[in-house]
């Protein structure tokens, strides 16, 4: 069965430094990995996806994520958070076909501090 | 880029009547799409999958009766909370898929549905 671990339920950095947010993963087979973030009463928003190739992904607003095989991670990044990027991060783990769904992570709460 | 719509955005309704909220892939045809239903402050719980042309494929847990899923055309969607008890309130979510060139498959989510049942 496939799981998504988000080791982090809340995360507050100040703005303008760098941040990570940890994802792992358990997948049998190669898999598509996604970070979605939500802000609060919206739905998700697609930030990167990681199919194949270059294992570091970038996304939009500035994230960047890396894809470990060897570690089962797909950790998220950003070099200097903005205030705006305070809100609920999920990763999430899917195949490829007309079968296949998601399996989210419980999610990131980040909160950003002026 | 690929954009779903939800509506209503946001509906009361009294405890025994049915509620229809419709989800919308504007600028890509969509075969599939998903059901999700979030709790506050927890992740997203699929509860169906939406295949156009065809009978919904259900979650285990998730009474097909209660949540009546049309997938009748390309671009739409529907779930309808039948008989709606407050147990039912809830953050509802869709999500279309799109198959871009190249294979690669992404959904992409509406931008959900709060429902109150009193």
């Known amino acids: 069965a496939q799981s998504v671990t988000q080791p982090d339920i809340h995360i507050t950095v100040s703005e303008g430094a760098s941040l990570e947010l940890r994802c792992n993963y358990s997948?049998?087979?190669?898999?598509?990995l996604f970070w979605y973030v939500q802000s609060p009463g919206q739905g998700l928003q697609l930030l990167l996806k990681y199919f194949s190739g270059d294992t570091l992904v970038q996304g939009i607003k500035g994230f960047e994520a890396e894809f470990k095989r060897s570690q089962s991670s797909f950790n998220l990044r950003k070099p200097s958070v903005h205030w705006s990027d305070a809100a609920e991060y999920f990763c999430a783990v899917g195949g490829i076909g007309t079968a296949s769904k998601l399996t989210f992570g419980t999610g990131t709460r980040l909160q950003v501090t002026l | 880029g690929a954009v779903v719509s939800q509506h209503p955005s946001r509906v009361i309704c009294k405890s025994g009547t049915s509620v229809k909220i419709e989800c919308r892939s504007l600028?890509?045809?969509?075969?599939?799409m998903f059901w999700y239903r979030q709790f506050p402050k927890q992740s997203l719980m699929l509860m169906a999958t939406?295949?156009?042309?065809?009978?919904?494929?259900?979650e285990q847990g998730v009474e097909k009766d209660k949540f009546l899923i049309n997938h009748a055309s390309l671009t739409l969607s529907t779930l309808t909370v039948t008989s709606a008890h407050p147990e039912d309130s809830s953050f509802y979510i869709c999500?279309?898929?799109?198959?871009?060139?190249?294979?690669?498959?992404?959904?992409?989510f509406g931008p959900g549905t709060r429902l109150t049942v009193l």
């Open positions: 600028d890509f045809q969509a075969t599939t």
């Open positions: 997948y049998g087979a190669t898999p598509y």
């Open positions: 999500s279309a898929r799109d198959w871009a060139s190249g294979g690669t498959d992404t959904q992409y």
């Open positions: 939406s295949n156009e042309g065809s009978k919904a494929t259900y």
